[in-house]
């Protein structure tokens, strides 16, 4: 019997540029093992030109990118998630709201390329975001689904959240 698809939210405040960036990445190369989504606590409502084209220079697809709340996600009606994993240092210190099904959660905090926007060096903290969360996500996915159940997920995750350093 094949592996159901796992489910993962990458949450970040402004749901603009690293969770927008990890939605992309594990959707592209977890293809038929994971299928993820982002959201924010308090999206901007768009996503960043430069996430888009730093993501563009690696070919990754984002056919669905859009800014939206983690309020959608806590709806009866969304996709239970397997994996909650905040990629910002704010959304990780915030109250969430209480998802259904009791997923494993983790905490990959990177620093903010949009941060970076209108200053010298922003391309390339764009895509320092993207090799560090891909290799976090490699790493992810190089993990055998009993890895990622009960109570060594969450150390796990941790361990991948260090990866790169952020």
């Known amino acids: 019997m094949a592996n159901p698809v796992k489910s993962v939210l990458f949450l970040c405040t402004g749901n603009s540029c690293r969770s927008i960036i990890a939605e992309a990445l594990l959707n592209h190369l977890g293809r038929g093992r994971y299928r993820a989504y982002s959201a924010g606590s308090h999206p901007v409502g768009r996503v960043s030109l430069k996430t888009l084209a730093a993501l563009a220079r690696r070919r990754i697809p984002v056919p669905e990118a859009r800014s939206k709340s983690w309020d959608e996600f806590a709806e009866a009606a969304a996709p239970a998630m397997d994996f909650i994993i905040t990629v910002c240092d704010n959304a990780a210190g915030e109250v969430c709201p209480v998802w259904p099904g009791r997923p494993a959660t983790g905490h990959w905090g990177i620093a903010d390329p949009g941060a970076m926007e209108g200053k010298p060096g ?43 350093g952020g």
Do not use: C, M, S
């Open 122 to 164: 922003e391309t390339a903290a764009f895509d320092v975001t993207v090799r560090t969360l891909e290799a976090r996500i490699r790493a992810f996915l190089a993990l055998p689904p009993a890895a990622l159940a009960g109570p060594d997920a969450k150390r796990r995750l941790a361990e991948i959240g260090t990866i790169g």
